[in-house]
């Protein structure tokens, strides 16, 4: 006898966030981004509903948790960098694009605790995991083409450049430096260790 063979099974389809609802969301976000980013990870929940003019239910209806919520946020913001990264490949110059984009991540987070804090704490939802590992991915092809321009020493990963960018961010943090020119000026300090000696 033929076996019968099961019906392929099939993961449930997300439906679609109905008008009012997705507006609802990306005021949640925008809000959340304002207030995480001032206050950090430690602003609660109810913050986030007063600045983005909602209830706590309307939150909790499209994030389970604060967790989940600084993870749309912290994503929101690697996009971003994913984006600048795609755009510095595009440029002749690697080591100039390089450059321009570690000042540009360095700005956006002197003014934005979310990011940093969101990377360094134990969260890791698919979602954050997943554009955490494309953002890296972007920047690493910019830093292979810098590399094969000979600018970039030969040796430099991006798993360097995540280990000096977030612990230079954590110390700028703790200390409540928020001036954009002081984390141009170590985005700038750890470019300079990656550049390639001159002969």
């Given at each position: 006898m033929t076996p019968v063979k099961s019906p392929p099974r099939y993961a449930p389809k997300r439906r679609p966030l109905r008008a009012d609802a997705a507006r609802n969301r990306a005021k949640?976000?925008?809000?959340?981004?304002?207030?995480?980013?001032?206050?950090?990870?430690?602003?609660?929940?109810?913050?986030?509903?007063?600045?983005?003019?909602?209830?706590?239910?309307?939150?909790?209806?499209?994030?389970?948790?604060?967790?989940?919520?600084?993870?749309?946020v912290a994503c929101e913001r690697l996009a971003r960098f994913q984006r600048l990264a795609q755009a510095a490949l595009r440029e002749t110059d690697a080591w100039a694009a390089f450059c321009e984009l570690l000042a540009a991540m360095a700005e956006t987070q002197a003014s934005d605790r979310i990011l940093v804090e969101a990377?360094?704490?134990?969260?890791?939802?698919?979602?954050?995991?997943?554009?955490?590992?494309?953002?890296?991915?972007?920047?690493?092809?910019?830093?292979?083409?810098?590399?094969?321009?000979g600018s970039m020493r030969a040796d430099a990963t991006v798993q360097d450049l995540r280990i000096l960018f977030a612990g230079a961010a954590h110390m700028l943090n703790q200390a409540g430096e928020h001036d954009a020119a002081v984390w141009r000026r170590y985005g700038s300090l750890i470019a300079a260790g990656l550049r390639r000696p001159s002969p």
């Amino acid at each position: 006898m033929t076996p019968v063979k099961s019906p392929p099974r099939y993961a449930p389809k997300r439906r679609p966030l109905r008008a009012d609802a997705a507006r609802n969301r990306a005021k949640v976000v925008a809000a959340a981004a304002e207030v995480f980013g001032q206050a950090g990870i430690d602003a609660s929940i109810i913050d986030v509903a007063e600045r983005a003019g909602v209830g706590k239910a309307t939150i909790y209806r499209s994030f389970p948790s604060k967790e989940h919520l600084m993870c749309a946020v912290a994503c929101e913001r690697l996009a971003r960098f994913q984006r600048l990264a795609q755009a510095a490949l595009r440029e002749t110059d690697a080591w100039a694009a390089f450059c321009e984009l570690l000042a540009a991540m360095a700005e956006t987070q002197a003014s934005d605790r979310i990011l940093v804090e969101a990377l360094a704490s134990a969260c890791e939802l698919p979602e954050l995991t997943t554009a955490r590992q494309a953002t890296l991915a972007a920047v690493g092809k910019v830093m292979r083409k810098a590399q094969r321009q000979g600018s970039m020493r030969a040796d430099a990963t991006v798993q360097d450049l995540r280990i000096l960018f977030a612990g230079a961010a954590h110390m700028l943090n703790q200390a409540g430096e928020h001036d954009a020119a002081v984390w141009r000026r170590y985005g700038s300090l750890i470019a300079a260790g990656l550049r390639r000696p001159s002969p």
